[in-house]
């Protein structure tokens, strides 16, 4: 079936530094890919859906000049957490979206630490 | 909105045994798409089954079947002969008519297997 890479799969970053997580699309052109956000024991939190070649849409409480989302070919999407801080510490995870005869396919997801 | 419940954060089973976990969810459509995903300790989604909400028949996948009441908005899942490779974090998921992609996730049930 289809594949979505994920990477880097864990990163620890400075407090005030920016990481980027990439999301690809292997064999497959994705329109458009969603950013969760899952804290420990917790559920999938959609933070935003990412469309090629247009701005991405945000869910409520998301800031999105924090979490930057761009969608700049059909092959690949990258969630940039800027000015990072302990509190975004968490496990982020891109999907493509559930199309309908096609199920949803997740990256392997990113845990990112912020120190 | 649609809303995603799952009443069990936490269940056991005797291996080979049979368990039932719980899901209901709250929609306005008529036509959607429900699913269970299992999460490992890897943490990758994997997708278990999934249920159009017009087949009124309960989907089936191997050891792994619903139970799918439309005019309750209830999905459970039943798994038999449990194995000890079920261990997991086990989340419902829905997601709305064609054209509708996201997924919106209950807050999972963390299945124990008791060897």
């Known amino acids: 079936g289809a594949v979505v890479s994920q990477h880097p799969s864990r990163v620890i970053c400075k407090s005030g530094t920016s990481v980027k997580i990439e999301c690809r699309s292997l064999d497959f052109q994705a329109t458009t890919m969603f950013w969760y956000r899952q804290f420990p024991k917790q559920s999938l939190m959609l933070m935003a859906t990412?469309?090629?070649?247009?701005?991405?849409?945000?869910e409520q409480g998301v800031e999105k000049d924090k979490f930057l989302i761009n969608h700049a070919s059909l092959t690949l999407s990258t969630l940039t957490v800027t000015s990072a801080h302990p509190e975004d510490s968490s496990f982020y995870i891109c999907?493509?979206?559930?199309?309908?005869?096609?199920?949803?396919?997740f990256g392997q997801g990113t845990r990112l630490t912020v120190v | 909105a649609q809303t995603v419940t799952q009443s069990q954060p936490e269940m056991s089973v005797q291996e080979a045994e049979t368990v039932t976990l719980s899901c209901t969810y709250d929609?306005?459509?008529?036509?959607?798409?429900l699913f269970w995903y299992k999460q490992p300790p890897s943490r990758q989604m994997i997708l278990v089954i999934r249920q159009e909400a017009y087949k009124q028949q309960n989907a089936t996948e191997n050891r792994f079947s619903v139970n799918f009441q439309k005019a309750a908005k209830s999905f459970s899942l039943k798994i038999s002969d449990s194995q000890l490779g079920d261990a997991a974090m086990y989340f419902c998921?829905?997601?709305?008519?064609?054209?509708?992609?996201?997924?919106?996730f209950g807050t999972g049930t963390r299945l124990t297997i008791i060897p």
């Open positions: 998921a829905y997601t709305g008519g064609f054209g509708n992609e996201k997924l919106t």
């Open positions: 990412s469309n090629e070649g247009s701005k991405a849409t945000y």
């Open positions: 929609t306005s459509e008529s036509d959607y798409y």
């Open positions: 999907s493509t979206g559930q199309g309908q005869n096609t199920e949803a396919f």
